[in-house]
């Protein structure tokens, strides 16, 4: 199983910013996916996750109307585009596959190495 996360980068405050990540080793189409950040000294943060066929999406209060989760079951790619991005979501961001097709569930079993995004001017 590999999970690999697009190159992130620098950006300026209000800027846009999409993420990707690139899956193999499973059937991607049967699981849901999420992204999850770590902040500079900070814990995991839970950002958003998608269910397995896209229909079903979920969103962390402080990236809610600024991100969105999107996936390509056909490409076997996870998305996350980020809007309005501010100096606090400065993070390194990681795509996780969750053991069930739902959303709902914060459990993980494969990771993505992160992709550090600096949201700075």
């Known amino acids: 199983v590999q999970l690999v996360e697009s190159e992130g980068g620098l950006v300026q405050p209000g800027g846009s910013l999409r993420l990707s990540c690139a899956v193999s080793g499973f059937t991607f189409s049967s699981y849901a996916m999420s992204w999850v950040r770590q902040a500079p000294g900070k814990g995991l943060e839970w950002v958003s996750s998608?269910?397995?066929?896209?229909?079903?999406?979920a969103y962390a209060d402080s990236v809610k109307g600024r991100f969105v989760i999107s996936r390509d079951n056909a490409k076997n790619t996870l998305y996350l585009q980020m809007n309005s991005l501010k100096s606090e979501d400065t993070a390194v961001f990681y795509c996780?596959?969750?053991?069930?097709?739902?959303?709902?569930?914060?459990?993980?079993?494969?990771w993505g190495q992160g992709t550090q995004v600096t949201v700075s001017s």
């Open positions: 998608i269910d397995s066929d896209g229909g079903s999406t």
């Open positions: 996780a596959k969750s053991p069930w097709g739902a959303v709902g569930s914060y459990d993980y079993d494969y």
